[in-house]
C-alpha cells in the first residue's frame, strides 16, 4: 500500500501542530482578538471592534515606557554579557569534575523562588542593608548609599536574574573550542591575546548570540523586578500590562500593550540575529 | 658539518599521574636531526614521540635537559616565537575562517604586507593543489583536502622545521599511500626539515630519511629505513617493524661476527649473526624474518655447499595461505614452536600439487646471516 507523501508527513508532524495550535497559536490569538475590544464599565469586555486601544498607545507616556524597557532590557544584556563572559570562559577552562560543579552552582537559585532571592537583593541594596553596614564599616563611604528603589537597583536585580541564561549558553560555545585550535594559533605565531581575538572571541559567537535571545526577550517583559526594587519610580511595559490587567481591570488596553511588546520584541531580535548572522554555518 | 636543524640532549618530561604519582613521558632522549632531513619518530601510541614532537613545538617544556632548534637553546621560548610549525593529527584547522583565511594566519602575525600575503598565500595553496578551493570553509572538505589545508598553514610560514604529529592518520588506507608519496615528494621539493611522528612502520619506512624507534620514553635506535629493517639492535624494534620469529636461547660459542645459540628445548643448535657484544651463556633471541628463511625438500643434494651443513632443520607445516605474491606458510619446530615461511611465488603454476599441504613433513633453511642474534631484553 502506497501513502501520500505529504499525508504522512502531517501525521508525523500532528503532535507537535496540536502542542503548538494548543499552547501557543490559541491563547496569542485570543489575546489579539481583546485587544480590539473595548472596556466596560465595571471592568468587563465589551465585544466592539475598534482600534481605540492601540490609538490609546501612541500617546507619548506609553512610548517612553517603551523606550525606557528597551533601553533596561539592551543594558541587561550587555552587563550579562561582560559579567558572564569571563565566568563562562573561566568554568570552560577548569578540569571537567571542578567543571560540573560549577555549572551545578550556578543552577542552584533556581532552587529558590524567584521573589524570594528579590528580597535578598533588598536586604542587601537598602540604606541599612549589608552593602552599606560593609562599606560604613570600612571607612570607604561616610553617607550611607542610596541604591534600592532607583534605576540602579533594577538593573542589578535584572542582570542577577539573567545571568544564567547568558553563561550558560556561552559555556556551551566556549567548551567546544578545542585545545589544538589556540595550540594551532599560538604555532602560527599568535600571541594569547591575538589567538583570543581572533579564534576565541569569533567561535564564542553562537552562544552570545543565543544568550542575548534568552536574556533580551524576558527582559522586556519584566515587571517584578521594577515593582520590587524600582519603587514607583521605575514602570516598564511588564509593569504597564501587569497593571492594565489587575490593578485598571482594563483588558484590551492590557492585550493591545503586549501586542505591541511582543512586535516590538520580534522586530529587535530578527534584526539582531540577522546582522550577527544568526543561522548560518556559525551555528555548526 | 652545519648545525643541526634540531637537538634534543638528555631531555626528560615527567607528567604529574592523576593518582598522585608521575609519568616518565621521555626519559632522557638525545638525538640531532639534520637540515633537510625526513626524520620519523616511530613506537606504539604512549611511547614518548608525540609529547618529543609537541617539546619541541613549545607546547610542553622538558623536565630536564635542553632543545635546540637550528643551534638555539629553546628553554621556555612559548610556540609563537619558535621557527618551527605544526601540522596536527586533527588538523586544527579555524572552523570561522576561509581556507585562505587559515592559510593567511600565520603571516598576518608576521605582520607582513597585504600584497606579500596574498602572494604566499597563493602560492601555497598552488602547492597543495587547492587554489580554487580558497573562498571555501574547512567543513566543506574532504578530509585529504583538510589535510593539505594544514599542511598548506604551516609550510606558507616556511618554518626551519616542519613538525608533523600523525598527519595522515585520519585518512581511508589508499588516499594514506598517496599522500605519503606527496608529503614525501613535498618534503624533497621544499627542502625543509620534516619531524614525523607516526606509530606507522610502513609509513615511516616508505617516507623517512631516518627513523628514531621509541618505546617507553627512550629511543632504542636511530638509522636508516635498511638499517632498522635490516638489523635491528633490540627484540622490540625486530618485533615492532615488519614481522619476524623469534627463537630463545643461550649463545653457547662466538665465532666472529657469528654467534652459535641452543635454542630452548629444541635440541639444536643455530648459526646466526651476532648483534653487538654477546659473550658466552648470554641469553639471545635469534630473529628470523619470513621472507628470509624457506622450506627445502631435499637437504642431502646440499651437502658440500659451504652453509648447508648447518641451520637446517626439520619441521611439519600446519597451515598455508596463498596470497597472490607469496604463500605464507606456518610450520612447527620441534613440538610446538611456531614459525611463519613466506615463499615468493616467482613461477607461474598452477598445479596445487606443487604446493606445500598441512602435514608436509619437510626441512627449514635458515641462512646464518639472516638469523639475528639479539640481546635478550
Known sequence: MRQDPRAQGLTLISPTLFYLGVFMLFPLLLVVALSFMTRGPYGNVVYRINLDNYARLIDPLYLRILLYSLRVAFATTVFTIVIGFPLAYYIARVPVRQRNLLLFLILVPFWTNFIIRIYAWIMILRTEGLLNTLLLNLGIIQVPLDILYSPTAVLIGMVYEFLPFMVLPLYTSLEKIEMAQLEAAADLGAPPWRAFLRITLPLSVPGMIAGSILVFIPAMGMFVVPDLMGGAKTVLVGNLIRNQFLTARDWPFGAAASMLLLTLTLVVTLVYTRRAGFGEELLV | ?377
Request: hydrophobic share 40%.
Open chain 2, 1 to 377: 658539518m652545519s648545525l643541526p636543524a634540531v637537538e634534543l640532549r638528555d631531555v626528560v618530561k615527567v607528567f604529574p599521574n592523576p593518582d598522585g604519582g608521575v609519568v616518565n613521558a621521555v626519559n632522557h632522549v638525545s638525538l640531532q636531526i639534520q637540515n633537510g632531513e625526513f626524520f620519523s619518530l616511530l613506537g606504539p601510541s604512549g611511547c614518548g614521540k608525540t609529547t618529543s614532537l609537541r617539546m619541541i613545538a613549545g607546547f610542553e617544556w622538558p623536565t630536564s635537559g635542553e632543545i635546540l632548534i637550528k643551534g638555539e637553546v629553546m628553554g621556555h621560548t612559548p610556540p609563537f616565537h619558535r621557527p618551527a610549525n605544526t601540522v596536527f593529527q586533527s588538523y586544527a584547522l579555524f572552523q570561522h575562517m576561509t581556507i585562505a583565511q587559515n592559510v593567511a594566519f600565520g603571516l598576518e602575525m608576521e605582520h607582513l604586507p597585504k600584497s606579500e600575503i596574498e602572494l604566499r598565500v597563493e602560492q601555497a595553496l598552488a602547492m597543495v593543489q587547492l587554489t580554487m578551493m580558497d573562498l571555501r570553509k574547512p567543513k566543506q572538505l574532504s578530509g585529504g583536502q583538510q589535510q593539505r589545508v594544514a599542511l598548506a598553514r604551516a609550510l606558507v610560514k616556511r618554518p626551519a622545521v616542519l613538525l608533523l604529529d600523525e598527519p595522515l592518520g585520519a585518512l581511508d588506507l589508499k588516499l594514506r599511500k598517496e599522500m605519503q608519496l606527496e608529503l614525501k615528494a613535498l618534503q624533497e621539493q621544499v627542502g625543509i626539515t620534516f619531524v614525523y611522528v607516526t606509530h606507522d612502520q610502513g609509513e615511516a619506512l616508505t617516507m623517512s630519511d631516518r627513523i628514531a624507534v621509541m618505546n617507553r620514553g627512550q629511543i632504542l635506535q636511530i638509522g636508516s629505513p635498511v638499517e632498522i629493517y635490516e638489523r635491528p639492535n633490540c627484540r622490540f624494534v625486530a618485533d615492532f617493524i615488519g614481522e619476524t620469529n623469534f627463537l630463545a636461547g643461550m649463545v653457547i660459542g662466538l665465532d666472529g661476527e657469528h654467534a652459535v645459540v641452543q635454542p630452548d628445548g629444541l635440541g639444536i643448535t643455530v648459526l646466526g649473526l651476532a648483534q653487538g657484544d654477546l659473550k658466552p651463556g648470554q641469553r639471545v633471541v635469534i630473529s628470523a624474518r619470513p621472507e628470509k628463511i624457506r622450506l627445502e625438500q631435499a637437504p642431502e643434494l646440499k651437502v658440500g655447499d659451504a652453509h648447508s651443513h648447518k641451520n637446517i632443520f626439520p619441521v611439519r607445516v600446519i597451515n598455508t595461505a596463498y596470497v597472490g605474491s607469496d604463500t605464507r606458510i606456518i610450520a612447527i619446530l620441534g613440538l610446538e614452536h611456531r614459525l611463519i615461511i613466506w615463499e615468493q611465488n616467482n613461477k607461474s603454476i598452477l598445479d596445487p600439487t606443487e604446493f606445500y599441504a598441512q602435514g608436509d613433513e619437510t626441512f627449514l633453511y635458515i641462512p646464518p646471516e639472516n638469523a639475528l642474534v639479539l640481546a635478550e631484553d
